[in-house]
Each structure stands twice: as structure tokens, then as C-alpha cells.
T-cell receptor, first 113, second 111 residues
């Protein structure tokens, strides 16, 4: 079975500070993708960052970066220089092979001005 | 921005009514998905399709049905709406093993 676990239901961060959201997963597939999605309040779900499992280098997109530890099956998201617009639900997701995404339960991030 | 559309965006309907939630994408993606999500909560996969005339049930037991007659269109139908169907319904599409693109969602309230 494929599972994704986000152990932090809620997190908060001061504006301009750095925050890390945790995600662990389990899969028996050797070929898979990992994603972080952002869902702002009452707005569309959008992709934040993706990581191919076969790539050892951690993905980076501007202020967003991941720490991908394949052996530990860990995929955390770091947000640097947090902004008010970063406030949202963040979902970690696993795509094992040719099957649908498996989502974690989400982490609600609040940004404090 | 991804070209995936859902209509209606909001729907309030009485118990027992038949409803169809529309989802269309203009990206030519073979794969399409329907998720149910209570506000601020986790997503539950209810149906998916990997191509025309192909549909599968997801992890969450659902009283809804879907059809895939055209690549770009993946409607979700509830034959008899109940208050327990009150939720947000998200449609998504993808190509290959890469990311899923999400529509804006339909917020359904059954009274």
C-alpha cells in the first residue's frame, strides 16, 4: 500500500522567517514522483514543487526547496523568507508508477505579520 | 495556469435531486480524476479515468457515477443528492507520471 503522512496538522511562521513542513511516505515502487501542493483559502490547488525519485539532487523553486531523503522515505518542504501569501493548506503527494496521486492529510500554514 | 474548468462553481440543491458536475480540460490529457474534499481537510479520490471509455472507482466509496466519452470531458453525476454529499468536489487531469492540474472546484450544498 502507498501512504503519505504529514505529522503537523498546523504550523505557523513569522513573516520573513523560514519554516519546514514534514512529510514521510511509503511505497514499494522504485519509480515514483513526489509533490508539494498549495491550496490557499477558497482558491485553486497549485503545484509548489516536484521531485523525481531517481534524482538525488533536491528540487528548488525560488523560496521553496525540499529535503528528499530516499532511504528514510522523507520529503520535507522548506519555505524561506515566508510571505503572507504563503498562508495555505500544504499537501504532500506521492505518485507511484502509473497510479493516481496519494495525498497526505495536509498541514495548515499560518504566516504572522 | 492550467486550463481545467469546473461548472458550476457553487450549487445549492434539495435532497433527492439529480445533479451533474461538469469538468473539462483543454490540455489533451488522457488521465482525469475526481476528488471529494471537505473544506480545509484531506482529499479523497472518488473516480478516475485513464482514457476514453475507461473509468475506475477510487478509494472513497461514493454514490456518484462518471463517464468519459470525450478526452476533454469528465462529468460526475449524483442520481439522488443527500445532505451527506455536501462537500467540495475537485477535478484534476494529468499526462504521464507528472503532476496533476486541478480545477477550481465545485462547492455543493444539499439541503
Amino acid at each position: 500500500a502507498q501512504t503519505v503522512t504529514q505529522s503537523q496538522p498546523e504550523m505557523s511562521v513569522q513573516e520573513a522567517e523560514t519554516v519546514t513542513l514534514s512529510c514521510t511516505y511509503d511505497t514499494s515502487e522504485s519509480d515514483y514522483y513526489l509533490f508539494w501542493y498549495k491550496q490557499p483559502p477558497s482558491r485553486q490547488m497549485i503545484l509548489v514543487i516536484r521531485q523525481e525519485a531517481y534524482k538525488q539532487q533536491n528540487a528548488t523553486e525560488n523560496r521553496f526547496s525540499v529535503n528528499f531523503q530516499k532511504a528514510a522515505k522523507s520529503f520535507s518542504l522548506k519555505i524561506s523568507d515566508s510571505q503572507l501569501g504563503d498562508a495555505a493548506m500544504y499537501f504532500c503527494a506521492l505518485k507511484p508508477g502509473n497510479t493516481p496521486l496519494v495525498f497526505g492529510k495536509g498541514t495548515r500554514l499560518s504566516v504572522i505579520a | 495556469e492550467a486550463d481545467i474548468y469546473q461548472t458550476p462553481r457553487y450549487l445549492v440543491i434539495g435532497t433527492g435531486k439529480k445533479i451533474t458536475l461538469e469538468c473539462s480540460q483543454t490540455m489533451g490529457h488522457d488521465k482525469m480524476y475526481w476528488y471529494q474534499q471537505d473544506p480545509g481537510m484531506e482529499l479523497h479520490l472518488i473516480h478516475y479515468s485513464y482514457g476514453v471509455n475507461s473509468t475506475e472507482k477510487g478509494d472513497l466509496s461514493s454514490e456518484s457515477t462518471v463517464s468519459r466519452i470525450r478526452t476533454e470531458h469528465f462529468p460526475l453525476t449524483l442520481e439522488s443528492a443527500r445532505p451527506s454529499h455536501t462537500s467540495q468536489y475537485l477535478c484534476a487531469s494529468s499526462e504521464g507520471p507528472d503532476e496533476q492540474y486541478f480545477g477550481p472546484g465545485t462547492r455543493l450544498t444539499v439541503t
